[in-house]
């Protein structure tokens, strides 16, 4: 992958520990920060034993299976290695993934059985839950694919070892899906595995409950410039 650096590039890393740790590192050398960048595109880079980050000062090792998350701040990214199909994945606040999956209101939710065009644009929203009642609220753009292909995509990117996405606030995201506990789509989609049980989300159970859910530390508008 070719990314497009600025004249001055300045890369910021927030490692998330599984126990809610935070530590935050800075690279502003072009050569490292695009190493750096190609490591991250690594489909399997959480299945490493460890991730040692050099510093001038200090020199920091971290357990890969114990990392839940990690942000990339930066201020330009070319365009970054999605999984085939997708076009981009973006990551939300809570209260506007709410809005727009319409979760307010599951009794006007687009249901599964809806009409499909092969090869158009299609939108979806995905909830992870992690370890410890943390939460990543996803839109995802995709294209539309033949049923038989559908489902076992969705099987494909969800049992991938992590799933990168866009940050509103600038720069990307990897989170270690080993760490996943749920995913839910919304709206669903008409194929499920033979063997799901059929059942219906309560209407306002799920959503007050949303009320409590950990996000993940943000980047400030400062930390990311």
């Given at each position: 992958?070719?990314?497009t650096y600025?004249?001055?590039?300045?890369?910021?890393?927030?490692?998330h520990?599984?126990?809610?740790?935070?530590?935050?590192?800075?690279q502003?050398k072009?050569?490292?920060?695009?190493?750096i960048?190609e490591?991250?595109?690594?489909p399997?880079?959480?299945?490493?034993?460890r991730?040692?980050?050099?510093?001038q000062h200090?020199?920091t090792?971290?357990?890969?299976?114990n990392?839940?998350?990690?942000?990339?701040?930066?201020k330009?990214?070319?365009?970054?290695?999605?999984?085939?199909?997708i076009?981009?994945?973006?990551?939300?606040?809570?209260?506007e993934?709410?809005?727009?999956?319409?979760?307010?209101?599951l009794?006007?939710?687009?249901?599964?059985?809806?009409r499909?065009?092969?090869?158009g644009?299609?939108?979806?929203?995905?909830?992870?839950?992690?370890?410890?009642?943390?939460?990543?609220?996803?839109?995802?753009?995709?294209v539309?694919?033949?049923?038989?292909d559908?489902?076992?995509?969705?099987?494909?990117?969800?049992?991938?070892p992590?799933?990168?996405?866009?940050r509103?606030?600038?720069?990307?995201?990897?989170v270690?899906?080993?760490?996943?506990?749920r995913?839910?789509?919304?709206?669903?989609?008409?194929?499920?595995?033979?063997?799901?049980?059929?059942?219906?989300?309560?209407?306002g159970?799920?959503n007050?409950?949303?009320?409590?859910?950990?996000?993940?530390?943000?980047?400030?508008?400062?930390?990311?410039?």
């Amino acid at each position: 992958m070719n990314f497009t650096y600025p004249r001055n590039p300045r890369l910021q890393i927030r490692v998330h520990g599984v126990d809610g740790s935070i530590a935050t590192f800075t690279q502003d050398k072009p050569a490292l920060v695009r190493r750096i960048l190609e490591d991250c595109q690594n489909p399997h880079f959480f299945t490493q034993d460890r991730i040692t980050i050099a510093g001038q000062h200090s020199v920091t090792t971290f357990a890969a299976s114990n990392i839940a998350r990690i942000d990339l701040g930066y201020k330009e990214f070319s365009d970054w290695k999605f999984p085939q199909g997708i076009r981009n994945i973006v990551e939300l606040k809570e209260p506007e993934f709410l809005y727009q999956a319409a979760l307010f209101d599951l009794v006007h939710l687009e249901r599964r059985q809806q009409r499909r065009t092969v090869g158009g644009p299609v939108v979806v929203f995905l909830d992870i839950a992690i370890l410890g009642g943390r939460h990543m609220f996803l839109k995802i753009m995709a294209v539309e694919e033949l049923p038989a292909d559908r489902l076992q995509r969705v099987h494909s990117f969800l049992a991938a070892p992590s799933l990168c996405f866009r940050r509103q606030s600038g720069g990307l995201a990897i989170v270690n899906l080993a760490h996943a506990v749920r995913f839910t789509i919304y709206p669903g989609l008409p194929e499920v595995p033979t063997d799901a049980w059929s059942a219906n989300e309560e209407n306002g159970h799920d959503n007050e409950n949303y009320t409590q859910h950990l996000p993940f530390g943000r980047l400030t508008s400062s930390e990311s410039a």
